[in-house]
């Protein structure tokens, strides 16, 4: 088993030295349970960045877009993000090299709501920073939110 091969959750604790982590008072709120919004992008929106990696970086437009056309008028308090087809692996999750995270604008936005709590892909990790230690979505959605990943959302 490789680091993020399965669906995980993380909280500050993941990326922040002091940050917070999960503890039983998560399990007694309404942070697991409760309706999710699973925001299913369509189109064909990955930039190849080499011959294996391909990179789709969700805009805030792109989520408005999907939220609007589904009739909501507001961002709801958990919501999930993947595409409509998205390639999978020999183990049934999101194909590693079909990258899937927020624009900093897209994370921003999600978090400027101050209901909003929980944050879930498709894809291993909220960021795609190859050879660096800087998860500046991850931190950005930790100010307000928790992080599933992995999410089998087909």
Same mark, same amino acid.
């Given at each position: 088993i490789r680091p993020h091969s399965l669906t995980h959750v993380e =909280?500050?604790?993941?990326t922040q030295e002091a940050g917070a982590r999960l503890g039983p008072r998560h399990f007694h709120s309404q942070l697991f349970h409760g309706k999710v919004l699973v925001l299913r992008l369509s189109g064909d929106f990955y930039k190849k960045l080499s011959?294996? %990696?391909q990179h789709w970086i969700v805009t805030v437009d792109q989520i408005q877009a999907r939220i609007s056309a589904l009739? =909501?008028?507001? =961002?709801p308090t958990k919501i999930f993000i993947t595409t409509d087809n998205y390639f999978v692996n020999?183990?049934?999750?999101h194909d590693p090299?079909? %990258?899937l995270t927020l624009s900093k604008e897209a994370a921003d936005?999600?978090?400027s709501d101050p209901s909003f709590h929980l944050y879930g892909t498709s894809w291993k990790s909220s960021d795609y920073n190859p050879g660096k230690s800087e998860r500046p979505i991850h931190?950005? =959605?930790f100010s307000q939110a928790i992080i599933l990943e992995n999410?089998?959302?087909r």
């Open positions: =909280l500050p604790a993941h011959d294996d %990696v009739g =909501l008028s507001k =961002l020999e183990q049934g999750y090299k079909y %990258v936005f999600l978090v931190n950005t =959605l999410l089998d959302l």
